[in-house]
């Protein structure tokens, strides 16, 4: 690319993690309208006429999950590992607590 003329900088580049997706599987199905009542209306947004999946937006840390029947999730928002991990641990303890999940 440079013989073409374009300019490269030397040495590797510098980059910055913006976002990190991540999916897990919660191991069994999840009644999604008895978990938007346990988890709370002000974190929640299901509307399965427009979107399978329910949204869980968590405020620390501050990611979005998206939960589906089957008990697929995926978390997004994050900017480290240990954002995924804390939010994952956090839906199956909500969920467990809820008597959702055993």
């Given at each position: 690319m440079r013989q073409a003329g374009a300019k490269i900088a030397d040495g590797v580049p510098r980059?910055?993690?913006q976002n990190i997706?991540?999916?897990a599987d919660?191991?069994?199905p999840v009644d999604l309208t008895a978990a938007v009542i346990?988890?709370?209306l002000e974190n929640v947004e299901y509307e399965p006429e427009v979107f399978p999946g329910m949204v869980?937006?968590?405020s620390e840390p501050k990611v979005v999950i998206l939960l589906f029947g089957s008990g697929r999730c995926v978390c997004t928002g994050a900017h480290k590992a240990e954002d995924v991990e804390?939010?994952?641990a956090?839906?199956?303890k909500d969920?467990?607590?809820a008597g959702l999940l055993v």
């Open positions: 980059y910055e993690v997706v991540a999916s919660l191991g069994q346990s988890l709370g869980y937006r968590l804390a939010a994952m956090k839906i199956r969920l467990v607590e």
